[in-house]
Protein backbone atom coordinates (compact mmCIF):
# COMPACT_ATOMS: atom_id res chain seq x y z
CA UNK A 1 0.00 0.00 0.00
CA UNK A 2 1.12 3.62 -0.76
CA UNK A 3 1.96 5.78 1.85
CA UNK A 4 0.37 8.46 2.54
CA UNK A 5 1.33 11.74 1.31
CA UNK A 6 3.13 14.10 4.15
CA UNK A 7 0.83 17.46 5.15
CA UNK A 8 1.56 20.29 7.39
CA UNK A 9 -0.43 21.11 10.68
CA UNK A 10 -0.24 24.58 12.56
CA UNK A 11 -0.33 23.90 16.20
CA UNK A 12 -2.97 27.01 17.46
CA UNK A 13 -2.36 26.14 21.29
CA UNK A 14 -0.93 23.81 23.91
CA UNK A 15 -2.98 23.01 26.98
CA UNK A 16 -0.94 20.78 30.24
CA UNK A 17 -3.71 17.81 31.31
CA UNK A 18 -1.42 16.97 34.08
CA UNK A 19 2.19 16.90 35.68
CA UNK A 20 3.61 15.49 32.95
CA UNK A 21 0.91 15.19 29.70
CA UNK A 22 0.05 17.81 27.06
CA UNK A 23 -2.62 18.23 24.65
CA UNK A 24 -1.71 19.70 21.42
CA UNK A 25 -4.20 21.28 19.45
CA UNK A 26 -3.59 21.21 15.66
CA UNK A 27 -4.69 22.65 12.73
CA UNK A 28 -4.76 20.68 9.71
CA UNK A 29 -3.22 23.12 6.49
CA UNK A 30 -4.54 23.21 3.00
CA UNK A 31 -8.38 21.87 4.13
CA UNK A 32 -11.27 22.77 5.85
CA UNK A 33 -11.89 19.45 7.00
CA UNK A 34 -9.33 16.35 8.23
CA UNK A 35 -11.57 12.96 7.95
CA UNK A 36 -10.81 10.42 10.20
CA UNK A 37 -11.98 7.25 11.80
CA UNK A 38 -12.49 7.58 15.51
CA UNK A 39 -9.30 5.22 17.05
CA UNK A 40 -6.83 5.97 14.57
CA UNK A 41 -3.70 8.19 14.47
CA UNK A 42 -1.48 10.33 12.53
CA UNK A 43 2.71 9.64 12.52
CA UNK A 44 4.86 13.00 13.25
CA UNK A 45 7.89 13.76 11.11
CA UNK A 46 9.90 15.56 14.14
CA UNK A 47 13.29 17.56 13.24
CA UNK A 48 15.29 15.34 15.92
CA UNK A 49 17.82 13.25 13.95
CA UNK A 50 19.42 13.08 10.54
CA UNK A 51 17.66 9.98 9.41
CA UNK A 52 14.55 9.93 8.53
CA UNK A 53 13.69 6.72 10.21
CA UNK A 54 14.31 8.00 13.58
CA UNK A 55 12.34 11.02 13.31
CA UNK A 56 8.83 9.57 13.39
CA UNK A 57 6.72 9.01 16.35
CA UNK A 58 2.91 8.36 16.20
CA UNK A 59 0.44 9.77 18.01
CA UNK A 60 -3.54 8.64 18.18
CA UNK A 61 -5.68 11.16 17.64
CA UNK A 62 -7.67 12.00 21.02
CA UNK A 63 -10.49 14.16 19.62
CA UNK A 64 -13.66 13.41 17.61
CA UNK A 65 -14.16 13.89 14.12
CA UNK A 66 -16.16 16.87 13.74
CA UNK A 67 -15.95 17.90 10.24
CA UNK A 68 -13.49 20.82 10.64
CA UNK A 69 -9.49 20.37 10.54
CA UNK A 70 -8.93 20.70 13.93
CA UNK A 71 -7.93 17.64 15.91
CA UNK A 72 -6.32 17.01 19.03
CA UNK A 73 -3.33 14.94 20.54
CA UNK A 74 -2.48 13.85 23.92
CA UNK A 75 1.02 13.42 24.87
CA UNK A 76 2.89 11.89 27.81
CA UNK A 77 6.20 13.26 28.45
CA UNK A 78 8.77 10.32 28.16
CA UNK A 79 12.06 10.64 30.46
CA UNK A 80 14.69 11.14 27.72
CA UNK A 81 12.36 10.32 25.06
CA UNK A 82 14.14 12.59 22.06
CA UNK A 83 10.53 12.84 20.63
CA UNK A 84 8.61 14.23 23.35
CA UNK A 85 11.53 16.20 24.62
CA UNK A 86 10.89 18.14 21.66
CA UNK A 87 7.51 18.29 21.86
CA UNK A 88 7.36 19.90 25.27
CA UNK A 89 10.27 21.90 24.56
CA UNK A 90 10.14 23.39 21.10
CA UNK A 91 6.88 22.94 20.22
CA UNK A 92 4.24 25.97 21.18
CA UNK A 93 1.42 28.11 19.43
CA UNK A 94 1.98 28.82 15.40
CA UNK A 95 4.30 25.66 15.63
CA UNK A 96 4.37 23.97 12.07
CA UNK A 97 4.54 20.14 12.33
CA UNK A 98 5.10 18.03 9.28
CA UNK A 99 2.40 14.62 9.65
CA UNK A 100 1.21 12.27 7.61
CA UNK A 101 -2.01 9.97 8.44
CA UNK A 102 -4.97 9.37 9.48
CA UNK A 103 -3.90 5.91 9.65
CA UNK A 104 -4.56 2.49 11.83
CA UNK A 105 -7.50 0.02 12.20
CA UNK A 106 -8.30 0.52 15.44
CA UNK A 107 -11.54 1.47 15.13
CA UNK A 108 -14.68 0.35 16.40
CA UNK A 109 -16.77 -1.91 14.04
CA UNK A 110 -20.13 -1.05 12.20
CA UNK A 111 -22.54 -2.44 14.99
CA UNK A 112 -21.93 -2.26 18.74
CA UNK A 113 -24.18 -5.27 19.21
CA UNK A 114 -21.40 -7.06 22.05
CA UNK A 115 -20.16 -5.44 24.88
CA UNK A 116 -17.19 -3.69 23.94
CA UNK A 117 -14.39 -3.59 26.88
CA UNK A 118 -11.96 -0.51 26.63
CA UNK A 119 -9.24 -0.79 28.18
CA UNK A 120 -6.07 1.82 28.26
CA UNK A 121 -3.57 3.06 30.63
CA UNK A 122 -2.43 6.31 30.32
CA UNK A 123 -2.63 8.37 27.56
CA UNK A 124 -3.79 4.93 26.14
CA UNK A 125 -7.13 6.57 26.93
CA UNK A 126 -6.72 9.12 23.72
CA UNK A 127 -8.23 7.04 21.17
CA UNK A 128 -11.24 6.22 23.75
CA UNK A 129 -12.23 9.43 23.99
CA UNK A 130 -12.48 10.26 20.07
CA UNK A 131 -14.76 6.90 19.76
CA UNK A 132 -16.87 7.37 22.97
CA UNK A 133 -17.42 10.70 21.98
CA UNK A 134 -18.41 10.11 18.33
CA UNK A 135 -20.81 7.83 19.92
CA UNK A 136 -22.19 10.22 21.78
CA UNK A 137 -22.76 13.47 19.21
CA UNK A 138 -24.37 10.74 16.55
CA UNK A 139 -26.32 9.06 18.79
CA UNK A 140 -24.73 5.83 17.62
CA UNK A 141 -26.37 2.96 19.37
CA UNK A 142 -24.57 0.51 21.29
CA UNK A 143 -25.15 -2.52 23.67
CA UNK A 144 -22.66 -1.46 26.53
CA UNK A 145 -19.05 0.20 26.88
CA UNK A 146 -16.98 -0.35 29.36
CA UNK A 147 -13.85 2.19 29.78
CA UNK A 148 -11.17 0.86 32.06
CA UNK A 149 -8.89 3.43 32.48
CA UNK A 150 -5.65 3.06 34.55
CA UNK A 151 -3.78 5.14 35.95
CA UNK A 152 -0.99 5.82 39.48
CA UNK A 153 -2.52 8.70 41.22
CA UNK A 154 -5.34 11.12 41.19
CA UNK A 155 -2.93 13.58 39.70
CA UNK A 156 -2.26 12.02 36.81
CA UNK A 157 -6.28 11.01 35.81
CA UNK A 158 -7.34 12.43 32.06
CA UNK A 159 -10.53 13.52 31.04
CA UNK A 160 -11.92 12.80 34.52
CA UNK A 161 -14.83 14.96 34.65
CA UNK A 162 -15.55 14.99 30.89
CA UNK A 163 -16.30 10.97 31.05
CA UNK A 164 -18.35 11.01 34.23
CA UNK A 165 -20.43 13.24 32.83
CA UNK A 166 -20.71 11.60 29.97
CA UNK A 167 -21.45 8.47 32.28
CA UNK A 168 -24.40 10.54 33.21
CA UNK A 169 -25.51 11.28 29.78
CA UNK A 170 -24.75 8.06 28.21
CA UNK A 171 -27.18 4.87 29.16
CA UNK A 172 -24.85 1.89 28.88
CA UNK A 173 -21.56 4.12 29.48
CA UNK A 174 -19.50 3.13 32.71
CA UNK A 175 -16.32 4.42 33.44
CA UNK A 176 -13.70 2.67 35.64
CA UNK A 177 -10.73 4.60 36.66
CA UNK A 178 -8.24 2.70 39.15
CA UNK A 179 -5.75 4.02 40.82
CA UNK A 180 -2.61 1.83 41.24
CA UNK A 181 -0.69 3.97 43.60
CA UNK A 182 -3.30 5.85 45.92
CA UNK A 183 -6.73 4.30 47.74
CA UNK A 184 -9.86 6.60 46.74
CA UNK A 185 -13.34 6.47 47.45
CA UNK A 186 -14.48 7.65 43.80
CA UNK A 187 -12.97 4.61 41.64
CA UNK A 188 -11.14 1.56 41.96
CA UNK A 189 -7.61 0.37 43.31
CA UNK A 190 -4.65 -1.75 41.66
CA UNK A 191 -4.43 -2.08 38.20
CA UNK A 192 -6.99 -2.41 35.31
CA UNK A 193 -7.13 -6.64 35.00
CA UNK A 194 -8.70 -6.99 38.22
CA UNK A 195 -12.00 -4.25 37.11
CA UNK A 196 -12.26 -5.91 33.51
CA UNK A 197 -12.07 -9.61 35.32
CA UNK A 198 -14.52 -8.80 37.77
CA UNK A 199 -16.95 -7.42 34.89
CA UNK A 200 -16.68 -10.45 32.84
CA UNK A 201 -17.55 -12.67 35.72
CA UNK A 202 -20.86 -13.93 34.08
CA UNK A 203 -18.47 -13.84 30.61
CA UNK A 204 -20.74 -11.60 28.60
CA UNK A 205 -20.52 -11.50 24.25
CA UNK A 206 -17.91 -8.84 24.38
CA UNK A 207 -14.97 -7.35 22.02
CA UNK A 208 -11.91 -6.15 24.13
CA UNK A 209 -10.28 -2.87 22.82
CA UNK A 210 -6.51 -2.80 24.84
CA UNK A 211 -4.52 0.23 24.27
CA UNK A 212 -1.21 1.99 25.80
CA UNK A 213 2.27 0.10 26.58
CA UNK A 214 3.75 -3.63 26.32
CA UNK A 215 3.07 -5.04 29.74
CA UNK A 216 -0.05 -4.14 30.42
CA UNK A 217 -0.83 -4.92 26.72
CA UNK A 218 0.59 -8.36 27.05
CA UNK A 219 -0.40 -8.93 30.78
CA UNK A 220 -4.08 -8.15 29.41
CA UNK A 221 -4.59 -10.12 26.36
CA UNK A 222 -3.48 -13.51 28.20
CA UNK A 223 -6.03 -12.71 31.01
CA UNK A 224 -8.79 -12.00 28.28
CA UNK A 225 -8.30 -15.43 26.69
CA UNK A 226 -7.41 -17.45 30.25
CA UNK A 227 -10.99 -15.91 30.70
CA UNK A 228 -11.88 -18.06 27.31
CA UNK A 229 -12.04 -15.27 24.99
CA UNK A 230 -11.03 -15.73 21.15
CA UNK A 231 -8.26 -14.05 20.25
CA UNK A 232 -10.22 -12.39 17.56
CA UNK A 233 -12.58 -10.53 20.02
CA UNK A 234 -9.13 -8.80 20.93
CA UNK A 235 -8.11 -5.67 19.56
CA UNK A 236 -4.49 -4.05 20.14
CA UNK A 237 -2.90 -0.43 20.02
CA UNK A 238 0.37 -1.23 21.13
CA UNK A 239 2.04 2.20 22.09
CA UNK A 240 5.51 1.26 22.59
C1 LIG B 1 0.09 3.83 16.82
C2 LIG B 1 0.71 4.58 17.99
C3 LIG B 1 -0.01 5.58 18.61
C4 LIG B 1 0.54 6.27 19.69
N1 LIG B 1 -0.22 7.21 20.31
C5 LIG B 1 0.28 7.86 21.39
C6 LIG B 1 -0.53 8.85 22.06
O1 LIG B 1 -1.67 9.15 21.66
N2 LIG B 1 0.02 9.45 23.14
C7 LIG B 1 1.29 9.16 23.61
O2 LIG B 1 1.70 9.75 24.61
N3 LIG B 1 2.07 8.24 22.97
C8 LIG B 1 1.61 7.61 21.87
N4 LIG B 1 2.40 6.70 21.21
C9 LIG B 1 3.83 6.55 21.62
C10 LIG B 1 4.69 7.55 20.83
O3 LIG B 1 4.69 7.23 19.45
C11 LIG B 1 6.16 7.59 21.28
O4 LIG B 1 6.71 6.30 21.27
C12 LIG B 1 6.32 8.20 22.65
O5 LIG B 1 5.82 9.54 22.64
C13 LIG B 1 7.80 8.24 23.10
O6 LIG B 1 8.57 8.95 22.16
P1 LIG B 1 9.96 9.59 22.55
O7 LIG B 1 10.64 9.94 21.28
O8 LIG B 1 9.82 10.66 23.56
O9 LIG B 1 10.73 8.41 23.26
P2 LIG B 1 11.95 7.53 22.66
O10 LIG B 1 12.21 6.51 23.70
O11 LIG B 1 13.07 8.45 22.27
O12 LIG B 1 11.32 6.88 21.43
C14 LIG B 1 10.22 6.00 21.52
C15 LIG B 1 10.12 5.14 20.26
O13 LIG B 1 10.55 5.86 19.11
C16 LIG B 1 11.28 5.02 18.26
N5 LIG B 1 12.68 5.41 18.23
C17 LIG B 1 13.35 6.14 19.12
N6 LIG B 1 14.63 6.30 18.78
C18 LIG B 1 14.77 5.62 17.63
C19 LIG B 1 15.86 5.38 16.78
N7 LIG B 1 17.06 5.85 17.07
N8 LIG B 1 15.66 4.66 15.66
C20 LIG B 1 14.43 4.15 15.37
N9 LIG B 1 13.36 4.35 16.15
C21 LIG B 1 13.53 5.05 17.26
C22 LIG B 1 11.16 3.66 18.82
O14 LIG B 1 10.03 3.03 18.30
C23 LIG B 1 11.01 3.93 20.30
O15 LIG B 1 10.40 2.86 20.97
C24 LIG B 1 1.87 5.97 20.15
C25 LIG B 1 2.60 4.97 19.49
C26 LIG B 1 2.04 4.30 18.43
C27 LIG B 1 2.84 3.22 17.75
Known amino acids: MALLPWRKALVTHTEDATHNTRIF ?20 DLPIDEKPARRLRSYSIASRPDGSNLIELLIVRTPEGKGTRYLFEEVKAGSEITFRGPQGVFVLPEKLDKEIFMIC ?55 YPTLSREQWAEGYHGYVHGVYEKLCEHRPDARFYLCGWKNMIDDARKKILEMGYDKKAIHLELYG
Open 25 to 44: FLEIQDTGQFDFKPGQFITL
Open 121 to 175: TGTGVAPFRSMIQHIYHHHISFHKIHLVFGTRTRADLLYYDEFRELEKKLPGFGY
